[in-house]
């Protein structure tokens, strides 16, 4: 390890490793290796499932067979498809992000599956078989990928973190590790500025990440740092000094060595607007003809337990501000508006939002449909109407929305939701700012491969109850 560290460095520059650092890189290694095993024994797995499936969907016993003898394959488009590295890449990496990678990396193996039986008739399958093999592949990979990464979070420590920097982007640093416990990480110390870093080197053995946080960011820090990180394997994370400038709008790009930051300043296309509500008609009426059973067992239970009405209704601010009436299976009592007024006095709020952890309206019944949000199943009737959206803003009350700032109003700009970037940001844990921050951010980039993340990353949050009351 020293010869590398004179390498590198002088020892005036690099302080030298020591065996607690050396073993410390070890389990850093071992942690990344661990994943990377487990994401292919997921995958392996995956294929075994799909082999599975087809001894029921296939004719020919040869189909399964093919399948798993085609697995080396499969493995290897995972790997160059980079589906085994980005966790390490990134301070957070999730199933979802990976989804579109999952979705080719079944393709190509279903067409390979294809191609190599061309030569052989007797061994080819119908177009229907082929679509089981893709469809299946794909749920059976992200399904079995998302476990594994769970499961690894569950028995392996999470990684420590040492924060370089103070103030307000410090503090939104400690802020997200609290919110995002998928991060898997720890603090582990906190320095003021870069120059305390630069005299406490020893402290870089006892982490995994520096997270630098500071405005003295220079390419002076950078080259000092870099070597360093890398000769005893810490990762490095840096939150831009000027996070107003970078914004949520902007995309990295290169020309050739030179970083370009493109702003997206431009309208959503019309085209995609169509496509999201084709989307949601699609989806608002399948799910609604889908929970019909469960409509009625939801109505059943807030009768037994408070009576009539089943449904509330409460006039919501909508795109460009227009109210509409937003409706809820009822989870609280039946005057619940008119004691509001002594439970929140709107001209005294710091922010034009409220969210009650205790609010004694509630009822039993309420209580567990607010902590499963399957309160808000109605709204798939606003959705069909046209005054919400199933991924967007959560609409707001009037009362609140007259109060906004004119910076506020940009949330008016689309269709509010059902589920949105708040619900899995952080739910009601979200400060008003960072509310803004994760809304301004989710219209600035509207797509449906946006929503279709929400949607994905809905499930976990709700049945993880965090931040619903």
């Not at 969907?57 to 980079?82: E, T, Y």
């Not at 410090?170 to 630069?198: M, T, Y």
Request: proline fraction near 6%.
């Amino acid at each position: 390890m020293s010869e590398l560290g004179v390498a590198i460095g002088s020892a005036e520059d690099y302080a030298p490793i020591t065996q607690a650092a050396a073993e410390r890189i070890e389990v850093r290694f071992g942690r990344d290796a661990l994943l990377r095993r487990i994401l292919a024994s997921a995958d392996l797995a995956a294929i075994a499932a799909v082999a599975l499936v087809m001894v029921v969907a296939a004719d020919g016993a040869h189909v399964p067979l093919m399948i798993l003898l085609s697995a080396p394959v499969w493995i290897v488009i995972a790997k160059l498809l980079g589906l085994y590295d980005q966790d390490q890449k990134s301070m957070r990496h999730l199933t979802v992000d990976e989804l579109p990678r999952i979705v080719v990396w079944a393709f190509i193996g279903a067409t390979f599956r294809s191609i190599v039986t061309l030569p052989f008739p007797s061994l080819a399958i119908d177009a229907t078989d082929r679509l089981v093999v893709l469809g299946s592949s794909i749920v059976f990979a992200f399904a079995f990928r998302a476990t594994g990464r769970a499961l690894w979070r569950r028995f392996t420590p999470p990684e420590r973190v040492l924060i370089v920097g103070d103030g307000p982007t410090a503090d939104a640093v400690v802020r997200k590790l609290e919110l995002f416990p998928d991060l898997h990480a720890e603090i582990e110390g906190q320095l003021a500025s870069c120059a305390d870093l630069r005299d406490r080197l020893d402290d870089l053995d006892g982490v995994d990440r520096i997270v630098l946080a500071s405005g003295e960011l220079d390419d002076e820090l950078l080259d000092y740092l870099l070597p360093i990180c890398r000769l005893r394997a810490v990762k490095l994370t840096i939150v831009p000094p000027t996070r107003g400038v970078f914004g949520t709008a902007t995309h990295l790009g290169h020309v050739a060595d030179m970083p370009l930051l493109d702003y997206n300043t431009w309208d959503i296309s019309q085209f995609t607007l169509v496509l999201k509500r084709s989307f949601d008609v699609a989806f608002a009426a399948v799910a609604l003809i889908v929970a019909a059973p469960l409509f009625a067992l939801i109505a059943l239970a807030i009768v037994l337990d408070d009576g009539m009405p089943v449904l509330f209704r409460q006039v919501r601010a909508g795109e460009g501000g227009r109210p509409f009436s937003m409706l809820k299976f009822r989870t609280m009592v039946k005057d619940a508006e008119a004691l509001l007024p002594e439970l929140v006095v709107f001209d005294e709020l710091d922010h034009p939002m409220f969210k009650l952890r205790t609010d004694p309206r509630v009822t039993r019944v309420g209580s567990l449909l607010r902590r499963t949000s399957l309160d808000e199943l109605p709204q798939l009737v606003n959705v069909l109407r046209g005054e919400m959206s199933i991924v967007g803003p959560r609409p707001e009350q009037l009362d609140l929305v007259e109060r906004y700032q004119p910076e506020h109003a940009f949330r008016l700009k689309v269709r509010p939701g059902i589920t949105g970037p708040m619900q899995v940001f952080g739910r009601g844990e979200l400060r008003f700012e960072e509310r803004l921050a994760v809304e301004r951010e989710y219209i600035e980039n509207l797509s449906l491969a946006r929503d279709a993340r929400i949607l994905l990353l809905t499930m976990p949050v709700v049945f993880g109850r965090r931040g619903a009351f």
